[in-house]
């Protein structure tokens, strides 16, 4: 009698319709006992820097070498020496094709030919897409109903074939794990392995190796496979150097894990590229030895580190991106006068998304403000506000003027009028004139 997953499998030699065990049983047992034996070895294999080092030579022929520079405005303004490494500037916009690239290379030709699965949404998807391209293996990724048709749409201009199947991502990983027994596709995941790690990790050897006076390292955090490579290259590269992990405050899954805390893991969020509820355990393997903290931010601290980098460095990052120069917006202080290195893992943000955040920063720093202005209904009151923008040097964006709002008087009227300023100051001494002329303001939208 042999028991598997509480199923009884009975061997009768009494009659001649013999119970036997099927074929397909046998195959489950046998991915079974295989999938937990190379998580095992997995787990007990010692990733080196060497190992990495190997790995980024391997890489080179279709991985950029990203800048890392010193932010010179930024750091003025923070008290803070910062260098970037400007992984948005990757092939696919992202980090993740390095992951996958060592990952693809690791397979043996039975493998390659038998093609390669994913679940993803985002970036992975993407840098998988690319890199199998690349290499003439078949690529198969499997998203959730709902993805934004830019994702899909570049995972396919990248050589993706897309499968939409699931209402979420855990019905999306479920349809891979069946797509692996059904079809021998090869599972490329996008943080739980080995050699995904050990591509992550050529980014920290590439920074300090560019940069080697770094003294604080922050790594965005979402399953973990970006910071565990990161964190075992930069210690090995330096051993005096602190690696400090960075999530977003909604998926606090790494300082659930490391301070044994059950904080819940839910929420929209603009750093989605790393909403993960749960860190993978080969990384954590290595998180454990090599990372020194992790410090949670906020979506407005996100959102404001998206519009700095805008501004002064004229770069486009996503959420997750952003998330190191969040960091140290939230806890200036914590970081002041040290060297750190930030990773801007990515740059694939809505493009409507970043118009909103590039404009509620113009309105939160006092640069374009719409005013709700309460006037007498009667000829030459607009030519008195025109005149005061006019002769303060103020832009005019948009006027909305209406006789009929319902909590007026009838002699009365109210005007909406947007203006962009130089800044705050130059705001309030326009709003000062205004109400000198007996015009009631009111600032509308504040953030």
């Known amino acids: 009698m042999i028991l598997f997953k509480s199923k009884t ?17 046998w195959q489950s047992f046998i991915l079974a006992i295989t999938h937990y034996k190379l998580k095992y070895i997995e787990l007990t294999m010692k990733l080196t820097l060497d190992d990495i ?48 690239y060592s990952k693809l290379l690791s397979l043996s030709d039975h493998e390659r030919s038998s093609g390669v699965v994913a679940m993803s949404a985002g970036n992975h998807a993407q840098g998988l897409a690319f890199i199998s391209n690349k290499m003439d293996i078949n690529s198969n990724i499997v998203m959730p109903e709902g993805t934004p048709f830019t994702k899909i749409r570049r995972t396919k201009n990248f050589g993706g074939n897309v499968i939409i199947k699931g209402s979420d991502l855990d019905e999306s990983y479920q349809h891979v794990q069946d797509l692996i027994e059904d079809k021998g596709f ?16 050529t980014i920290s050897y590439e920074m300090l190796s560019d940069c080697n006076e770094i003294d604080v390292l922050l790594i965005p955090v979402g399953g973990g496979g970006l910071i565990a490579g990161c964190a075992l290259a930069a210690k090995e590269m330096n051993e005096n150097i602190k690696v400090i992990g960075v999530e977003s405050d909604l998926y606090p899954s790494l300082t659930n894990k490391m301070f044994n805390k059950k904080i819940k893991c ?68 914590m970081f002041k006068g040290k060297k750190v290195g930030v990773v801007i893992c990515g740059g694939n943000i809505d493009s ?29 009151q ?62 509308e939208g504040l953030i």
């Open 9 to 25: 499998v009975i061997f009768s030699q009494k009659t001649n319709n013999t119970i036997c065990i099927h074929h397909y049983i």
């Open 53 to 100: 080092i190997d790995v980024h030579k391997k890489i080179s022929k279709n991985v950029k070498w990203t800048e890392t520079s010193y932010s010179s405005s930024i750091s003025e303004k923070l008290g803070i020496n910062i260098f970037f490494k400007f992984e948005n500037r990757q092939n696919t916009g992202a980090f993740k094709v390095r992951g996958s």
């Open 186 to 201: 090869i599972e490329v995941h996008p943080y739980n392995d080995l050699n995904v790690i050990s591509g992550q990790g």
């Open 266 to 333: 839910k929420g929209s969020t603009l750093a989605e590229g790393i909403a993960v509820s749960k860190i993978g355990d080969i990384p954590f393997s290595i998180i454990k030895d090599f990372v020194d903290d992790v410090i949670t931010v906020s979506d407005k601290s996100i959102e404001r580190a998206i519009a700095m980098l805008a501004e002064h460095e004229k770069v486009v990052a996503e959420g997750a991106g952003a998330t190191g120069l969040a960091a140290l917006l939230q806890n200036t202080s």
């Open 352 to 380: 409507k998304v970043l118009s909103s955040i590039l404009m509620r920063d113009l309105v939160r720093s006092g640069q374009v403000t719409t005013l709700g202005i309460t006037m007498p209904d009667k000829p030459g």
């Open 382 to 443: 607009l030519q008195i506000i025109s005149k005061i923008c006019a002769t303060n040097g103020a832009n005019v964006l948009q006027v909305e003027h209406s006789r009929f709002a319902m909590d007026l008087s009838a002699s009365l009227a109210k005007l909406n009028i947007t203006v962009e300023t130089q800044n705050s100051d130059h705001l309030n001494k326009i709003i000062e004139e205004i109400e000198r002329n007996d015009l009631p303001v009111e600032i």
